[in-house]
């Protein structure tokens, strides 16, 4: 169904969609761990453009985790053959942690910062990893000729009002 749940097998780095008591079962396995729960529209987000610019996306999309298994942060962004992998620059992502501090509770492996610069104004959220890659589906499902085409440019735009609608704001309201 739509609402089953995911396991993360961490050193393959793969998930794994799991009935309930699957779920149950192997959630405290070694190999294998939850995907993140919460879903958190962050309202008065900073990053700047020379930020965005020091993490070396070459588009306005991403989303960015803690990764365990590296003890990195890596970045991801969709592309029409999928999620495609950019190690940061661990002092750009202090950066933006400092700026951003509820980046320093960003579960590892399980959610993460998901970035739209494609939007005016730029659009962020914390999700569970597995929405990331349900948005690296769509665009993959969507993407028409060489720019992406209209399908691409209304899915995108859609899945994050979908994103507002199911998030909750922080604690605070704010990002910060």
């Given at each position: 169904p739509d609402d089953h749940r995911h396991l993360l097998h961490l050193v393959e780095r793969r998930i794994v969609c799991v009935c309930e008591a699957c779920w149950a079962l192997h959630s405290g396995d070694a190999d294998y761990r939850p995907t993140g729960m919460r879903s958190l529209?962050?309202?008065g987000f900073e990053c700047d453009e020379t930020t965005w610019a020091s993490l070396q996306i070459p588009i306005g999309l991403a989303f960015f985790m803690r990764s365990s298994v590296s003890g990195s942060v890596v970045?991801?962004?969709p592309s029409p053959a999928g999620a495609t992998e950019s190690e940061l620059p661990l002092e750009t992502w202090e950066a933006l942690v400092a700026a951003n501090p509820v980046l320093s509770r960003l579960d590892a492996d399980g959610e993460a910062l998901v970035a739209n610069r494609l939007s005016d104004p730029p659009q962020y959220a914390i999700l569970?990893?597995?929405?990331?890659?349900?948005?690296?589906?769509?665009?993959?499902?969507?993407?028409?000729?060489?720019?992406?085409?209209d399908a691409l440019a209304e899915a995108v735009p859609e899945f994050f009002e979908r994103v507002r609608r199911q998030a909750t704001l922080p604690p605070d309201g704010v990002a910060v």
């Open positions: 529209w962050l309202e970045g991801f962004y569970p990893i597995d929405r990331c890659y349900e948005l690296v589906g769509l665009i993959r499902s969507r993407w028409e000729g060489i720019s992406g085409g």
